[in-house]
């Protein structure tokens, strides 16, 4: 296999708009591009991280829940690399965005928490210093 990096991660979210505000305006994800798909009643909107594709947002009419807890097989979190972790909670926090408690990871002794986007897929921050 000669794999270069992870292309894109895809979430499928409830409510599009509440989503779309959640990634852009407050996490501060840039759009690339926003695409209705009429004949799926669905949209697609292209996220950015420092300019670098990595999330599909989608919109699906009727999508059912994904279960977190207890947590279930597949895909169990995003995490975002920050330099402050501390600065990043007080902002989160700004945003009306809570967090859980900031612990240490035992093997890496990097500091890091965790929080919900708007439909409960677990997010992390994990502290890069």
Known sequence: MNFRKIHHIAI?????????????????FEVIQEIYREERN?????????????IELFSFPAAPARPSYPEARG???????????EETVRLLK??????????????????????????????ELYESK
């Open 12 to 28: 499928i979210c409830s409510d599009y708009n509440r989503s779309k505000n959640f990634y852009v305006n407050k996490l501060g």
């Open 42 to 54: 669905s949209y697609k909107l292209d996220l950015a991280l420092n300019g670098k594709y990595v």
């Open 75 to 85: 895909l169990r979190h995003l995490a975002l690399e920050v330099e402050d972790i």
């Open 94 to 123: 700004k945003e009306g965005i809570e967090t859980e408690e900031i612990r240490i990871d035992p093997y890496t002794h990097k500091r890091f928490t965790f929080f919900e986007d708007p439909d409960g897929l677990p997010l």
